[in-house]
Nanobody, 127 residues
Framework: VQLQASGGGSVQAGGSLRLSCAAS????????MGWFRQAPGKEREFVAA????????YYADSVKGRFIISRDNAKNTVYLQMNSLKPEDTAVYYC?????????????????????WGQGTQVTVSS
């Protein structure tokens, strides 16, 4: 399994970006997915998760109401629409495949709950 994240860039505060994560293989629709981010000098932190059908989503409190996670199983792709961006959203963003389903193992806020990771895409928000 390979995950390829893209869509990062530099924007001003208040702007928007949409990240994409394309997965290889034919099992994408069988797995829940998540987005994490890591700022310089900080631990990798949970941003959002989505179940295999796209009907269940969870968000970190810091992004709730601003970010939207979605997926297109026909395209083997998970997205993260980021609106009203703030300088504190600056980080490298990673997509990841969740080992166990959300409905069984919970919303997936820990990195240990994911087995495959994308390479990361940089998001920089200036004030």
């Amino acid at each position: 399994v390979q995950l390829q994240a893209s869509g990062g860039g530099s924007v001003q505060a208040g702007g928007s970006l949409r990240l994409s994560c394309a997965a290889s293989g034919r099992t994408f629709s069988s797995y829940d997915m998540g987005w994490f981010r890591q700022a310089p000098g900080k631990e990798r932190e949970f941003v959002a998760a989505i179940n295999r059908s796209g009907g269940i989503t969870y968000y970190a409190d810091s992004v709730k109401g601003r970010f939207i996670i979605s997926r297109d199983n026909a395209k083997n792709t998970v997205y993260l629409q980021m609106n009203s961006l703030k300088p504190e959203d600056t980080a490298v963003y990673y997509c990841a495949r969740k080992v166990a389903p959300i409905i069984v193992a919970g919303r997936g806020t820990a990195t240990s709950e994911y087995d495959y990771w994308g390479q990361g895409t940089q998001v920089t928000v200036s004030s």
